[in-house]
């Protein structure tokens, strides 16, 4: 890193941070227990242009690197708040940008630079077929000028909150393909057409305030003009942008694991019992630094990942242990601040329980943990494949 660069991204990171302080832990506790989406917290982001910061200055983002990005929803988490109320757009936003048409790009990669539309929904996992993506069931089938799409996606974050959804879907079942992960294409749903006309939202409450839903399609019909690249080949879209996600996500666990080791170094040198503050005990304190070591640790690949992508270099490896060292040192450092907090760290009142239940997710999603691993096992140490 240049000092240029380093000077920018502290001013980057100076900016973000004072734009969240205007959302305090109240604000994020609040939406919490209503399991409400922060409507404010995104209109704000977005009008300060952080979420179009990866689209390109011709359609009116800001044209930053990933790195960039990634500083950006690490400063939302590390400051209390979930970057995961609009994190997706950031790499949704690729897919269109890398495979879609001149046409498509103009039409709507400006909007969604200025906030006249959000593209926040991603349609990937179903029920019955999880993370074997290629088995999905939902079918978009050619009639003329649309596609019928029938099926159902669950999982689904975001979509009562987005105007667009890049769905994936089958158009060639899968007895005919030569290879299972052919057949498959992405379609830019617009989900203002589609709610009530074929398609249906479901939220599905969870542990955590995601605004995640189940989706319903019942020959829903879209224009052909929604397919985004080829027929078929869809998987291969879906691949290219899975190492911005992962890095990204990186970067969201680094800003929790910084937040939880910040908290528990405040509250334990404030916490005093038998006449000393806990944190001066070493079986209090040796544990909070360990989670600091590891959060950096893992810091230290998700910056590698980042410099390997804006350079335009192959950082599949890099960027799956970015994502697996960042979610297991954030999930570390939870537990440690509810430890360090003893009781507390259950109060709502706290945040700690909060946060501890938002980070947790990334064990799981948008990758789980046995996946990277599986990754890492075949494609980086050529052990033999195992499904
Ligand atoms: C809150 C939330 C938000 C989400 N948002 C979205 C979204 O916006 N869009 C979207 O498309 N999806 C979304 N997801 C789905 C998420 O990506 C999946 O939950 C995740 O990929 C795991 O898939 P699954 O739940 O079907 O688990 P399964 O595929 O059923 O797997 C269950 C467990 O078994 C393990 N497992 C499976 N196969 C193997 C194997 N061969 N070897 C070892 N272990 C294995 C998995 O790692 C996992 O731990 C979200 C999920 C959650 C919980």
């Not at 950006?72 to 997706?88: P, S, Y």
């Amino acid at each position: 890193m240049t000092d240029s660069s380093s000077e920018l991204h502290q001013d980057l990171r100076n900016a973000v941070g004072e734009l969240c302080r205007r959302f305090p832990d109240t604000y994020w506790r609040e939406l919490d227990a209503e399991r409400a989406y922060p409507e404010e917290f995104v209109r704000t982001l977005t009008d300060a242009g952080y979420l179009a910061a990866l689209i390109p200055e011709e359609y009116g983002g800001s044209g930053l690197g990933l790195m960039e990005a990634s500083i950006i929803l690490e400063e939302v988490n590390r400051a209390g708040g979930n970057a995961g109320a609009c994190h997706a757009q950031m790499y949704i936003m690729g897919t269109l940008l890398r495979h879609g048409s001149a046409e498509q790009k103009q039409a709507i990669l400006p909007k969604i630079a200025g906030g006249e539309l959000r593209l926040q929904a991603f349609g990937v996992t179903e029920p019955t077929t999880g993370t074997d993506t290629t088995q999905l069931k939902t079918m978009a089938v050619r009639k003329g000028d649309s596609y019928v799409v029938n099926g159902q996606k669950v999982w689904i974050s975001r979509a009562e909150h987005s105007d667009l959804m890049l769905l994936i879907a089958r158009t060639t079942p899968l007895e005919e393909v030569k290879k299972k992960t052919d057949g498959l294409s992405v379609f830019l749903i617009d989900l203002r057409q589609a709610v009530g006309n074929g398609m249906t939202i479901r939220p599905l409450r969870t542990m955590m305030n995601h605004a995640t839903t189940e989706v319903f399609f019942d020959d829903l019909e879209i224009p052909v003009d929604t397919l985004i690249g080829e027929e078929g080949r869809g998987f291969r879209y879906l691949i290219d942008g899975l190492n911005a996600e992962r890095i990204l996500i990186a970067a969201e666990c680094v800003g929790d694991g910084r937040w939880f080791v910040e908290r528990s170094c405040t509250y334990s040198k404030e916490r005093v019992v038998f006449n000393r503050p806990i944190g001066q005990n070493q079986g209090i304190q040796f544990p909070i630094s360990r989670a600091h070591v590891n959060v950096e640790a893992a810091d230290l690949m998700r910056i590698r990942a980042a410099e390997l992508f804006d350079d335009g270099k192959p950082c599949g490896a890099e960027a799956n242990m970015a994502k697996l060292l960042a979610a297991d040192a954030s999930w570390e450092a939870a537990n440690v601040a509810v430890q360090t907090y003893g009781g507390f760290g259950f109060a709502e009142d706290y945040d700690i329980e909060r946060k501890f239940r938002e980070t947790r997710l990334y064990q799981v999603a948008p990758v789980s943990t046995n996946l990277i691993l599986s990754f890492i096992g075949e494609h980086v140490l050529g052990l033999p494949r195992s499904f």
